[in-house]
């Protein structure tokens, strides 16, 4: 299949890039480069043995998504371009509808007027907002979000839904994911966000490596066996062979899934653990509540498991192992390291 992943240099998109390739996809990328590296799709050659097409350019404009269109015959369009921060959507809630939800209709005119109807979607367990019952399945109530970034991944979902009843030849399924996190085991690509990490792993790391002080860990007095957080972490391995999966068995209509792996760890558990792979002693800070943060996060994700055949195989150990050891081959992510004697 020839298969457009938006927003294809990203964390995720280029995770499912190599997992693509590997397959022997052909893989066309479009991404504007506001949150990645041209460097992540380099290595994703280097390690399948195999070229893609990046274009660089914008889901929002027309002229950069038709550039693409014409460039190649398109499949199936793997749909991740996107900005993801929950506190950044708070202060710009507008730049958020703006990119999430403008760039998707830009992007949905488009496949339309070149015919193509094969559609996968990154959304969120954000979507579910404040859980009213754990673990969380797709039939639970959706769209009680708390922040603009949630309430884009809902829109989006909702928007889908009403353009395959409009649209019947479309064949849409949106994913949501819940907590991504790892790294490919080569260590050669993986996620390295710009400035101080919102998400417990990533700063987890830059403690471990010296680069902060202590950990801050958000309320230990919740309503869980230790008090923190609990979430649903799954390895961004796992998550792009659901990808897979779900553009294998993508039929006509709208469908959503989770992923996740119906398994939670608190903070703490994910410290002691991270502590026991890497030999790294981790200062913690307790601190007050996070706002806009739920007590436990958690997948049920036997739909996926039924209706796409895909499971999560991969454990917190994997993840931790992974992610560290990208960690510690790539303490500044997609920099072009200085070759010896340049200035
Ligand atoms: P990421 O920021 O690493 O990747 C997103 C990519 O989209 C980046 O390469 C960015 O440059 C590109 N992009 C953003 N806006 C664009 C635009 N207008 N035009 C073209 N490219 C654009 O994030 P990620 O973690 O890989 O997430 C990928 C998708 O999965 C996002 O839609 C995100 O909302 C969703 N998601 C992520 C998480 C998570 O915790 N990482 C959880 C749930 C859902
Ligand atoms: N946490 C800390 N210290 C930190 C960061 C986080 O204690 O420095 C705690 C949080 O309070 C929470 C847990 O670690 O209990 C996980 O927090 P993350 O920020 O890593 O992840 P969230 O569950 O808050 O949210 C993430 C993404 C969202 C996505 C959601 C999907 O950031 O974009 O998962 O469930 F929507």
């Not at 991740?80 to 830009?106: C, D, R």
């Not at 409009?166 to 790294?183: D, H, M, S, V, W």
């Not at 659901?242 to 068995?249: E, F, T, W």
Request: charged content about 20%; overall charge neutral.
């Amino acid at each position: 299949m020839n298969v457009l992943i938006t927003g294809g240099a990203g964390y995720i998109g280029s995770h499912i890039a190599l997992s693509l390739l590997q397959q022997n996809h052909h893989v066309l990328v479009l991404d504007n480069l506001c949150n990645s590296s041209p460097i992540a799709l380099q290595r994703v050659e280097a390690l399948s043995g195999k070229k893609l097409a990046f274009h660089q350019g914008d889901i929002r404009r027309r002229a950069d998504l038709n550039r693409v269109f014409n460039s190649e015959s398109i499949d199936a369009v793997i749909h991740m371009a996107g900005l993801k921060s929950v506190n950044e959507s708070l202060q710009k809630p507008v730049k958020y509808y703006q990119n999430n939800i403008a760039g998707t209709l830009t992007l949905l005119e488009t496949m339309k007027q070149h015919q193509v109807n094969k559609l996968i979607f990154s959304s969120s367990a954000t979507v579910y907002g404040i859980p009213v019952k754990i673990p969380l399945c797709e039939n639970c109530d959706a769209g009680n979000t708390t922040n603009p970034y949630g309430a884009s991944k809902y829109m989006v979902e909702k928007i889908l839904r009403e353009v395959v009843d409009a649209q019947p030849e479309l064949a849409i399924t949106a994913l949501r994911y819940f907590n991504p996190a790892g790294a490919h085991a080569s260590g050669q690509i993986g996620e390295h966000p710009a400035g101080i990490p919102n998400n417990l792993l990533p700063y987890l790391f830059q403690v471990a490596n010296g680069l902060r002080a202590a950990l801050p860990v958000f309320g230990d007095d919740y309503a869980t066996p230790d008090g923190t957080g609990v979430r649903d972490y799954i390895h961004v391995m796992d998550l792009a062979e659901g990808h897979i999966q779900a553009l294998k068995n993508l039929q006509a209509g709208y469908r959503h899934y989770n992923l996740g792996t119906g398994q939670g760890y608190s903070v703490l558990e994910i410290v002691r653990m991270f502590e026991q792979v890497s030999g790294k002693r981790v200062p913690l800070d307790m601190r007050p509540r996070r706002p806009g943060d739920v007590a436990i996060c958690l997948s049920d994700p036997s739909s996926a498991r039924e209706e796409l055949d895909w499971q999560a195989t991969r454990g917190l150990e994997a993840m931790l192992r992974d992610a560290w050891r990208w960690q510690v081959l790539n303490p500044q992510g997609y920099v072009v390291q200085p070759v010896e004697g340049e200035v």
